[in-house]
């Protein structure tokens, strides 16, 4: 009991991540936030492949295969084998797969690295890939695109056909899940192959975090690097669309609500002194989940329409599930992105109306003294809440990697909401945002009706079960007529059973 | 494996175990003002972060009253709208400055609300929280609009088939208890929520309450500081809470079974649902169950690796054991590929519970479990934010931490003769009410 109370007493030192940043090393192919007294040990491997690699007619070839390490058999241990070895160590192994990255992931009691390691490794190098596991992977792929993702939250829903919008013929353009008709395609064949190409030692980056001792790294690197060598062709960046203007996909389902989701493509990555401007204005129009949010209070707060509204100027999936951004999704080409969670039917138009104005509006106008200041005081302690622990810590410091920042792209944020100053914020603006152009995604019930509203921008007045003060019912007769004009060739009505097809 | 869905992981805690009898590694400082308010503060290495939890031990469980359904959670929603001295954009602004990450959960028996921040605003936070737990003020204007954010709240789960078949076993498992209805409550009293203006002023006289609150703080904190500062601000509010007298469930007869369509399209689930017991670590029927539910159903357990790795008859399958202030459902959910085989999974669980009532279980499998708990508590403590968040749902059930180690020393002396008292005790026919939820859309 005694060793127990003392490990555990220890365990907030991960903490010491108050100075973001410090501490995380770099070289080319590894990546260590060692954090002494933590009494875990957290593994980040970074293979470059995401779903941009998955060939053609094969979408979601690098999601299943990811799925195939971390949730299947192998050439040690059958699956069963696998869980019930974990299981009394409460420790696991999972990949996220995005664009461009693939990452195997997982935390463990330093008491338990004995018994978890060759675990771990043989997830990655000894791969059985039994049919009997890519049947269920697959099967429950499938369930995810036919069922979950098309019924059960219209919300990601329009998050998925919003990026797949955008990015239309480009290696982006379709979500890491796939495609229902290539994943009842991919076989063993496909995913051996694919593995092959780029589960290579020359394709990895090691990320170790936490109260690891320092033979560890050297074991870990030396047993990755029995992979077989391979350095896979590089992809080009998408290059997307490009802004043309107000374009519309509604999704036509039985909603009960309707969601919207809107983006256009933007130049810039974070690491940039450009990038961290922009992300000052976009805290201040849309931090995600955070009442300091303008769309949120202009569209929930004021007007009670919804749970919520934010902006975005990186990729942030599973929002609904997350309160602070993700790590180990990057990409090397971002949106600008806002998300109107679902508001009653009869006032969606109204709703894609009002965040578009507080759009144009910033665009045109820039923040003022006042929201800037406050803006900078919240972020520069807020960010401190995005990477609270190593297993976080170590995310971004993959992710630093991807982006090339050399130091702390957390510490560095921080201190840019100290430096930067209001005409540096709204210079920003000016260059990087554009009203005018704006990919928009709305799931609808009468999704007839939504496009001839859209077509004709006709009125779309809104109307409360109390009465509102004199400002909103001013400003709402204003958003009722906001010009979003869209001709009928630029508005597409999909049923939800072709989406993801 | 992931789990089916969050919502149905009721409780972190649920079938864990330790051996300690001190399974938190922090001193923990615990003070009653007079007026009723506990104040329990645990200081741990966290250099200048603090999360400060404020429990109200009131949740969707004190929605006695017809029609009022989610009001608990509606409620959580109006303590953002401020005071006269912080209106609620002020409040916003304040939070706003100080860079918190500050949010609220309503569950049955939980309504919290918490803040994570730099140590050297604590005293803006104390100043504030304290503030509107004793002087909210909100108009009807505002209490109508936020009426409006709950139904959005409504509409975005409502799309998820496991929201839907929660409510459906809920309301035919219960008879009398408020455990009946979803947190979220009723979508007729949600559209009726903006009548009950006066009913929220009410609600609030009667639970927002010293009495009936818990403050959590948790981090790079100084006790005797802290509780200066909570004494500075929170001594003049007034005793004054109301218990809702809550009817307990009466004994259920015979088993109960319904069926329900979910409007979109999904695989078929079944929800095996039992009446349980409340949570009290002094039983040990309820003790054993927590860990019965993994054993018998979870990643390791004969039918899961039969039924999703072998057969593949089943795309997810878990039990959850949740704990609780009343008596809550113990559930068992699987979802199943295909609709012809519902009566079959049934029957297989049926039999899993028959084998565990019947045969004790295997010592080398409990001690899995009981190592599992232990460790899986252990990595979870290393933000304040996860100590103070795992400790509220104690705090909602019994007032303090205490039967934290009650709890965990319980569960180390679990037997397999525990496990199969446990199986007899609660997984039987009359405490039984299966629910299949089968998609409409083809």
């Known amino acids: 009991m005694n060793t127990l109370t003392l490990t555990a007493a220890l365990v907030c030192s991960a903490l010491c991540s108050m100075t973001i940043g410090e501490a995380s090393v770099k070289t080319e192919n590894v990546v260590v936030v060692p954090v002494k007294n933590d009494p875990t040990v957290c593994f980040r491997i970074w293979f470059k492949v995401g779903s941009q690699n998955d060939p053609g007619g094969k979408e979601g070839l690098a999601s299943i295969t990811a799925a195939m390490l971390t949730d299947g058999s192998t050439l040690r241990n059958s699956y069963e084998q696998i869980l019930e070895k974990l299981y009394p160590l409460a420790a696991a192994y999972d990949a996220t797969v995005s664009a461009e990255m693939t990452v195997i992931y997982g935390r463990v009691h330093k008491d338990n690295l004995g018994e978890y390691y060759p675990l771990f490794l043989d997830a990655m190098t000894a791969p059985a890939f039994s049919q009997q ?20 939250s219209d919300e990601e829903l329009g998050k998925a056909v919003l990026y797949n919008a955008i990015f239309a013929g480009t290696p982006y353009g379709h979500i890491a899940s796939g495609l229902v008709s290539s994943v009842k395609s991919i076989t063993l064949d496909d995913v051996r192959s694919f593995y092959k190409i780029y589960f290579t030692r020359d394709n990895l980056v090691v990320g170790l975090g936490g109260g690891y001792d320092a033979t560890l790294l050297s074991r870990l690197e030396k047993d990755l690097g029995k992979l077989p060598a391979g350095k896979p062709r590089p992809i080009d960046p998408p290059v997307p669309a490009g802004l043309r203007g107000f374009k519309a996909t509604i999704v036509e389902k039985d909603a009960p609500a309707t969601a919207i989701s809107m983006g256009v493509p933007i130049d810039i990555l974070r690491g940039s002194k450009d990038w961290y401007a922009l992300a000052i204005a976009n805290s201040w129009l849309g931090e995600h989940r955070n009442s300091s949010s303008h769309l949120y209070q202009v569209i929930r707060e004021a007007r009670g329409l919804n749970y919520g509204d934010y902006s975005y100027i990186e990729n942030f999936p599973e929002a609904g599930r997350r309160t602070v951004p993700p790590q180990n999704v990057c990409r090397r080409q971002q949106i600008f992105e806002m998300w109107i969670r679902p508001v009653p039917p009869d006032a969606g138009h109204f709703a894609l109306r009002a965040a578009l104005r507080e759009y144009r509006h910033l665009v045109e106008n820039g923040l003022t003294k006042e929201q800037f200041s406050l803006t900078r005081k919240f972020l520069k302690k807020y960010i401190l809440n995005y990477a609270p622990t190593t297993m976080a ?97 630029d508005i597409t009505v999909v049923p939800v059973t072709e989406i993801f097809r | 494996m992931k789990p089916i869905a969050a919502g149905l992981c009721l409780l972190l805690l649920a079938g864990s175990s330790a051996m300690a009898e001190t399974i938190l590694p922090y001193k923990v400082h615990t003070t009653v003002l007079p007026n009723g308010l506990k ?74 609300y918490h803040l994570n921040f730099a140590v050297e605003d604590l005293e803006k936070v104390i100043e504030v929280e304290s503030d509107r737990f004793q002087n909210l003020h909100y108009d009807l204007p505002a209490f109508q609009t936020e009426s409006g954010a709950i139904y959005g709240e409504y509409r975005k789960g409502v799309t998820n088939p496991f929201e839907v078949l929660d409510e459906k076993v809920r309301d035919l498992a219960f ?37 009936n609150v818990v403050l959590l703080i948790v981090g790079d904190i100084k006790p005797d500081a802290v509780l200066k500062l909570v004494k500075k601000y929170y001594s003049g509010w007034q005793k004054g809470y109301e218990p809702s007298s809550v009817q307990q469930e009466p004994p259920q007869k015979a088993e109960r079974a319904g069926t329900v369509a979910y409007p979109g399209k999904t695989l078929p689930i079944l929800d095996m649902a039992f009446k349980g017991d409340a949570f009290d670590p002094a039983n040990a029927d309820f003790v054993a169950a927590t860990v019965l539910g993994d054993l018998a159903f979870g990643e390791t357990s004969d039918i899961y690796k039969k039924l999703y790795i072998q057969e593949q008859r089943v795309d997810a399958l878990q039990a959850s054991i949740p704990l609780q202030r009343d008596m809550p459902l113990f559930e068992i959910v699987a979802r199943i590929k295909k609709d012809e085989d519902i009566p079959l999974i049934q029957d297989e669980i049926l039999k899993t519970i028959a084998s565990f009532q019947a045969t004790p279980v295997d010592a080398q499998r409990l001690a899995g479990v009981k190592k599992r708990g232990r460790y899986e508590f252990l ?32 569960l180390a002396k679990v037997t397999p003769e525990d496990i199969m008292n446990a199986a007899k005790k609660y997984f039987v026919p009359e405490r039984r009410t299966i629910v299949v939820l089968k998609g409409a859309a083809k």
């Open chain 2, 379 to 410: 990595m979870n403590l290393d933000t304040p934010d996860k100590v103070a968040g795992r400790l509220a749902y104690f705090v909602a059930n019994t007032g303090g931490i205490d039967a934290v180690d009650a709890y965990y020393t319980a």
């Open chain 1, 133 to 152: 596991d890519l049947d269920r992977i697959k099967s429950q792929t499938l369930n995810y695109l036919e069922n979950t993702l098309r019924y059960s």
């Open chain 2, 175 to 211: 008879d009398v208890h408020t455990y009946k209805h979803t947190t979220i409550g009723f979508e007729r009293d949600i559209k009726a929520m903006p009548e009950a203006y006066d009913y929220s002023l009410d609600f609030f006289k009667r639970f927002y309450r010293p009495e």
């Open chain 2, 39 to 112: 104040v329990i503060t645990i200081p741990m290495e966290s250099p200048g972060l603090v999360a400060y939890y404020s429990v109200v031990r009131t949740g969707s469980r004190d929605e006695v009253e017809s029609g009022k359904s989610g009001f608990a959670h509606f409620f959580e929603h109006m303590m953002f709208r401020g005071t006269k001295k912080y209106p609620g954009p002020v409040y916003d602004s304040v939070v706003t400055s100080i860079g918190a990450s500050a949010n609220a959960f309503t569950s049955d028996d939980i309504t919290a």
């Open chain 1, 393 to 489: 810590r170590l995310g971004y410091a993959i992710d630093d990697s991807f982006y090339g920042i050399p130091g702390s792209h957390l510490a560095q944020f921080r201190a840019m909401a100290g430096t930067l100053t209001l005409a540096d914020v709204n210079k920003a603006i000016k260059k990087h945002l554009h009203y005018g152009s704006m990919e928009i995604v709305v799931v609808a019930k009468d999704a007839k009706g939504f496009h001839d509203e859209l077509a004709g921008d006709l009125p779309s007045p809104i109307t409360y079960g109390t009465k509102k003060p004199e400002v909103v019912q001013n400003e709402d007769k204003e958003i009722a007529v906001f010009p979003v004009k869209l001709s009928p060739e």
